[in-house]
T-cell receptor
Framework: KQEVTQIPAALSVPEGENLVLNCSFT??????LQWFRQDPGKGLTSLLL?????REQTSGRLNASLDKSSGRSTLYIAASQPGDSATYLC??????????FGKGTKLTVNP | SQTIHQWPATLVQPVGSPLSLECTVE??????LYWYRQAAGRGLQLLFY??????ISSEVPQNLSASRPQDRQFILSSKKLLLSDSGFYLC??????????FGPGTRLLVL
């Protein structure tokens, strides 16, 4: 059974800092990994999708990496801004339609 | 571009009452559609998914059911709500790349 863990559960940083969010999964047989952000009371916004054959994806100040063999992914946020404050969720898709989610990292960027 | 709608946004229902949540997708045809629930303190849980009209797969046996009467419409229902059905219900659709995109969600409170 696939399990996804995100560490830390919460993170508070000053504006401008570069930061890394971690995601680990127990079964390396995945098709893809997706990072989302969720603002309070809102739906999920897709940030980056990494296919199992890829090592990383970049979008603006965001960079996500995938090491499938070790069951790890990181989301790097450069030059953080208060608007980046949200909960960040990692999800993996294995051999079924099911996305398995971590419980998220709640990020607070202080001005 | 594709858009996903959910309604209602918020719902307060008494225990034992029926439920109907609706999700529609615009700008794509024959999408895979998903219902997730996000309960307080827990991760997102896949409830149902559908790969076509009338085709429903259930991930978790429970008090809920789903239907797909039209290509871009996905409905989540219950005949009698339980207190434990309270949560944030999210509908999503999947691109051929595997990326899932989520609607704004419906917050359900069962009293």
């Amino acid at each position: 059974k696939q399990e996804v863990t995100q560490i830390p559960a919460a993170l508070s940083v000053p504006e401008g800092e570069n930061l890394v969010l971690n995601c680990s999964f127990t079964d390396s047989a995945i098709y893809n990994l997706q990072w989302f952000r969720q603002d309070p009371g809102k739906g999920l916004t897709s940030l980056l999708l990494i296919q199992s054959s890829q090592r990383e994806q970049t979008s603006g100040r965001l960079n996500a990496s995938l090491d499938k063999s070790s069951g790890r992914s990181t989301l790097y946020i450069a030059a953080s801004q208060p608007g980046d404050s949200a909960t960040y969720l990692c999800a993996v898709q294995g051999g079924s339609e099911k996305l398995v989610f971590g419980k998220g990292t709640k990020l607070t960027v202080n001005p | 571009s594709q858009t996903i709608h959910q309604w209602p946004a918020t719902l307060v229902q008494p225990v034992g009452s029926p439920l109907s949540l609706e999700c529609t997708v615009e700008g794509t045809s024959n999408p895979n559609l998903y219902w997730y629930r996000q309960a307080a303190g827990r991760g997102l849980q896949l409830l149902f998914y559908s790969v076509g009209i009338g085709q429903i797969s259930s991930e978790v046996p429970q008090n809920l059911s789903a239907s797909r009467p039209q290509d871009r419409q996905f409905i989540l229902s219950s005949k009698k709500l339980l207190l434990s059905d309270s949560g944030f219900y999210l509908c999503a659709w999947r691109q051929p790349t595997g990326a899932q995109y989520f609607g704004p969600g419906t917050r359900l409170l069962v009293l």
